[in-house]
């Protein structure tokens, strides 16, 4: 599977956002991670659609926006409206009905959809949902923070999410050269990476050493 970096702006400079996104690009990402948190899902709060709007218009990527709210549902047509390409909700925050008519509502807005899941989530409690996701976003960290450290039972879950899913594994948290190596020989192939990739002096090697981490 081709492997996908996709730069978290959650570690950019949100005072010249434009020219961060723009470096990025340039630099070889294949897609914009974008982390929206609503204070109640997660301890912190970033930026909703009123921002995500202003970055359409900075760049062609797609974006990846990742939903770390309570009620998402209530959400996505703010955040489609604003442009996103890929939208990514929490097991640990929709489930059941609601994300079965999530799942319809935005096929027929054209918008990717991924399933992510805690740390701490057991993959089981996913499992009943893959066949509504278009992708699966494991954490590797505990959702709320940039800059943490990569938890290494991501990986026996990626594999094992590997072995019954055949659709695309977007890894998140802590991604370095060096995680990303076992993060993709598990299964993953979107990396999705903040402070790596940002705190980088040359981004574009830091971009190529995710992607060939695993080569
Ligand atoms: C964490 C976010 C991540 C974060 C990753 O809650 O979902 O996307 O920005 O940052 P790093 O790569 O620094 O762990
Ligand atoms: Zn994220």
Known sequence: MKIKVAPSLLSADFGCLAEEIKKVEKAGADLLHIDVMDGHFVPNITIGPAVV??????????????????????????????????????????????????????????????????????????????????????????PGFGGQSFIPSAIGKIKELRALYKGDIAVDGGINNLTARSVINAGANILDAGSYIFGAKDQKKAIERIRNAAK
């Open 53 to 142: 709007k202003y970055i359409r218009k900075c760049t062609k990527l797609p974006l990846d926006v990742h939903l770390m709210i309570k009620n998402p549902q209530k959400y996505t047509d703010a955040f489609v409206k604003a442009g996103s390409d890929m939208l990514t909700v929490h097991i640990e925050a929709i489930s059941g009905l609601k994300l079965k008519n999530l799942r319809s509502k935005l096929k027929a807005q054209g918008i990717k959809f991924g399933i992510s899941l805690n740390p701490s989530t057991a993959l089981g409690r996913i499992k009943p949902a893959l066949k509504y996701a278009d992708f699966v976003l494991v954490m590797s960290v505990n």
